[in-house]
């Protein structure tokens, strides 16, 4: 991807380093709050939850931007957002753990995702999944590493060569119906199809070539700001459903892959199209 002005580069980076500065703290805490916490409630449904690690987490990373960037932007899942416009300042975006669910259910793919903005375009990224002991991270122009090693996705070029993720959204009971006319499609041709649930983590496992192909709707900018500079950095071609370009506060869904797979992929997508043209009744 296009490389940014030296300055803007070390700005990110500057960012970063506050946030790997904390992690390894943060990671230590939240790692044994999912063992020792039930504190959970839920959202906008029953299956939408949200638990005391969430808020710590996004307490750790806020306080630190709050401090070191006052000027920054934050948009973060569980409320903290500030009003900073100054179009000279960064934006971060922040999900201070992904994949709750599996979070509350002891599970192991989960994440901390945190994303800088700037110019409304995702340029530097980190993701932690702890459990895993995996960190992603990602600037503009500099490639994308996993735990320090540089990544890059799969070079395979056909959909039977491995495995496609996708994920559900929370109001997923009424848009059953096309939600599941698009597996069937990669069912009839994947070698393997899986739901992991954590976005940011499946953004990571394009980036590193593990799976070659990934797509899901409604996903909040929290869920993919990091994730979306990580796969790029990393050689993925990501597009939404249409197969426009992805911005990171308007677009309603994802497909994430090398270019020959997305090539193929993007078809099998289209009823996400009408997933996506459900409304609540
Ligand atoms: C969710 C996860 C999940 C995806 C959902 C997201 P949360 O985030 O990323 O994989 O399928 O759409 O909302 O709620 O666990 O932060
Ligand atoms: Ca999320
Ligand atoms: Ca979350």
Redesign the pocket.
């Known amino acids: 991807m296009a490389k940014l002005k030296s300055e803007i580069t070390k700005a990110i980076a500057d960012r970063l380093s506050i946030i790997e500065a904390l992690l390894p703290q943060l990671e230590k805490e939240v790692l044994a709050l999912q063992e020792t916490s039930n504190t959970r409630k839920t959202k906008t449904n029953v299956f ?1 939850l949200v638990t005391e690690a969430d808020l710590h987490s996004e307490k750790i990373i806020t306080s630190a931007i709050q401090k070191h960037f006052s000027d920054d932007a934050i948009v973060a ?1 569980e409320g903290t957002n500030s009003d900073v416009q100054n179009s000279e300042s960064f934006t971060w975006v922040i ?1 201070p ?5 599996n979070y509350a259910n002891r599970l192991h793919h989960w994440g901390i995702s945190v994303g800088v903005v700037y110019q409304n375009k995702p340029v530097g990224g980190i993701v932690s999944a702890p459990a895993l002991n995996l960190r992603y991270r990602a600037i503009q122009g500099q490639g994308a590493t996993k735990n320090g090693v540089p990544i890059k996705v799969s070079d395979k070029s056909k959909l039977s060569q491995g495995v496609v993720v996708t ?4 109001d997923r009971a009424i848009r059953a119906e096309h939600l599941t006319k698009a597996l069937a499609n990669f069912l009839k041709v994947v070698g393997g199809m899986r739901r ?5 983590i ?1 953004f990571c496992s394009i980036a590193d070539g593990t799976i070659i192909g990934y797509y ?1 709707m ?3 900018p929290w ?1 993919m700001a990091a994730g979306l500079v990580i796969a790029e950095e990393a050689g993925a071609k990501i597009t939404d459903f249409n197969g426009n370009p992805v911005n990171l506060f308007e677009s309603h869904g994802v497909v994430v892959a090398n270019p020959k797979i997305h090539t193929i992929m993007l078809p099998l997508t289209a009823p996400m199209l009408d997933a996506i043209a459900v409304t609540k009744r």
């Open positions: 939408d899942e999900d753990i992904d994949g709750t669910v994920g559900f959204p929370y992991y649930g954590a976005a940011s499946d899901e409604q996903l909040k869920d």
